[in-house]
């Protein structure tokens, strides 16, 4: 089954860095779509950035310019890498393979704050 275990959450100041991983298994993985999504405490899920098998990117116009999204079809992995974070930046950080449906993983909190 498909599993999808993020990791690379944590506290950072503003203006700082964080880059998430994402270990996908369970299906071939250079073949699906991938996207990191975001929810903030008492905010809708909201997409932050997708990337094709094939490497084709899109962003979140919150995020574009500050976060890239990665993919290594080699080892089944996912990242995203945060630069100039925001307060704004805090949320929950799923990984999501579209394998079909949406599969979600259990999600990393990352919190932007001074």
């Known amino acids: 089954q498909v599993q999808l275990v993020e990791s690379g959450g944590g506290l950072v100041q503003p203006g700082g860095s964080l880059r998430l991983s994402c270990a996908a298994s369970g299906f071939t993985f250079s073949r699906y779509t991938m996207s990191w999504y975001r929810q903030a405490p008492g905010k809708e899920r909201e997409l932050v950035a997708t990337?094709?098998?094939?490497?084709?990117?899109n962003y979140a116009d919150s995020v574009k310019g500050r976060f890239t999204i990665s993919r290594d079809n080699a080892k089944n992995t996912m990242r995203l890498q945060m630069n100039s974070l925001e307060p704004e930046d805090t949320a929950v950080y799923y990984c999501?393979?579209?394998?079909?449906?949406?599969?979600w993983g259990q999600g990393t909190q990352v919190t932007v704050s001074s």
């Open positions: 999501v393979a579209n394998v079909g449906i949406n599969h």
């Open positions: 990337i094709t098998g094939a490497g084709s990117t």
